[in-house]
């Protein structure tokens, strides 16, 4: 691990080192990235089922209103956070591949608790939920 002596950037705050836990958690439990996983190799690149159009002139239809989405308000997310997700996105297979990158970034999302079960000789229990 190396440190680094805190700095400034162009705007005047306070630039520091985070370890790859904390970049990691900062990215996907804070900031909420998501992985843009590469399409499987074996599906065809055409489309199936009904364009977002059609969807949302049938909900329309019925009176339905969409609620604004599931993560945060806005779709801003830190540029440096995508970063991270799309390093993570690109991991090779001799590193565990799509399967590692979705676990990976799976984790920084769960409860402490949840943590501490699944943490290599952790004792904690494990909440039913997790």
């Known amino acids: 691990m ?13 630039k520091r080192a985070l370890g790859v836990q904390a970049a990691l958690e900062w990215a996907f439990r804070i900031e909420k ?9 074996d599906v065809p690149e055409e489309g199936f089922g009904f364009g977002l159009e ?12 969409v609620d604004g989405g599931q993560h945060k308000m ?23 591949g799509v399967r590692m990158a979705i676990r990976v970034a799976e984790l920084p999302r769960l409860d402490a608790r949840c943590r501490a079960a699944l943490r290599p000789g952790g004792n904690a229990t494990k909440p039913a939920w997790c």
């Open 2 to 14: 190396t440190f680094h002596r805190p700095g400034l950037n162009r705007n005047g705050r306070t």
């Open 33 to 41: 990235a998501q992985l843009e996983l590469p399409p499987p190799k």
């Open 54 to 65: 059609y969807v949302l002139l049938q909900r329309a239809a019925l009176g339905c209103k």
């Open 74 to 96: 806005g779709s801003y997310t830190h540029p440096d956070a995508e970063v991270i997700a799309a390093i993570l996105a690109g991991m090779p297979d001799s590193l565990g």
